[in-house]
Nanobody, 113 residues
């Protein structure tokens, strides 16, 4: 079945940037909307950003203007460019494929001095 694998997480200082990637295997990728979610310890999982198969995007208010979601269908890859990171962005970030409800295993993002 479909496998989603995230990469690009790590430790970054406040104000820094990271780019997350999610690569899908076992599907054509393009028919589905894709999302990034995140979950911090003790908090519920929240939607960070989404992108439809046509490229329309939406963002949580907390990340609007700082994060950019994009996709390259031919590479079966979803991206999340994260700029001006803040400590409250610290979480495990998950790639999600809509409709099929497939999830990646998550990648840790830690924003700390």
């Amino acid at each position: 079945q479909v496998q989603l694998v995230e990469s690009g997480g790590g430790l970054v200082q406040p104000g820094g940037s990271l780019r997350l990637s999610c690569t899908a295997s076992g599907s054509s990728f393009s028919p589905y909307a894709m999302d990034w979610y995140r979950q911090a310890p003790g908090k519920q999982r929240e939607l960070v950003a989404g992108i439809t198969q046509f490229g329309r995007t939406n963002y949580a208010d907390s990340v609007k203007g700082r994060f950019t979601i994009s996709r390259e269908n031919a590479k079966r890859t979803l991206y999340l460019q994260m700029n001006r990171l803040q400590p409250e962005d610290t979480a495990v970030y998950y790639c999600h494929m809509s409709t099929t409800n497939y999830w990646g295993q998550g990648t840790q993002v830690t924003v700390s001095s």
